[in-house]
């Protein structure tokens, strides 16, 4: 058994309301996805509200900002999941649904296996990264620290084009 998992969260503000048909389309899309998810290799754990997704939880006064957090067995599990799954095409039009955001909207971090990270764990994560940018408490595909006790420098996995620009 594995002795850390890959925590990430993601955040965005979207451009309308729940109920707007602005973003239709990616409600549309959030059990399918939630579900390839969780079918995926090296899934653990996702961040669940009332519904089947985190969109209900209000991680932040802004009640258009989203959460979504997740856990997975190592960082090639997640990559392969939202870069090189059906994943991929629905972020790829998060322009649509989410509005520009100033800051870091996703970060990743080592956690013990068996733990289950909070909101206000993953919004920690995001303010250091945002302030003080990658580094082994909080980092993103670009810059991706070894889990603890590994040896190596932050490794570029590579994710261009789909992490360039706005949530």
Not at 72 to 84: G, I, M, N, Q, S
Not at 116 to 125: F, I, M, N
Request: glycine fraction near 8%; aromatic fraction near 12%; include cysteine.
């Amino acid at each position: 058994m594995r002795r850390w998992h890959l925590a990430q969260i993601n955040i965005g503000r979207l451009v309308a309301p729940a109920d707007d048909p602005q973003v239709a389309g990616f409600f549309a899309a959030l059990d399918r996805v939630n579900a390839l998810a969780e079918a995926s290799p090296g899934f653990v754990w996702r961040l669940k509200g009332e519904g089947n997704n985190a969109t209900d939880i209000q991680a932040t006064p802004d009640p258009l900002l989203i959460p979504n957090m997740s856990v997975w067995e190592d960082a090639d599990a997640l990559f392969a999941f939202v870069y090189r799954s059906a994943h991929t095409p629905v972020m790829a039009q998060r322009r649509q649904w989410f509005a520009p955001f100033d800051g870091a909207y996703q970060a990743l971090w080592w956690i013990e296996a068996g733990h289950l990270p909070t909101v206000a764990e993953g919004l920690s994560r995001l303010w250091l990264l945002d302030r003080f940018g990658p580094s082994a408490q909080a980092f993103t595909f670009k810059a991706r620290f070894p889990a603890p006790g590994e040896a190596g420098l932050p490794t570029d996995m590579q994710p261009d084009p789909w992490c360039i620009g706005t949530a």
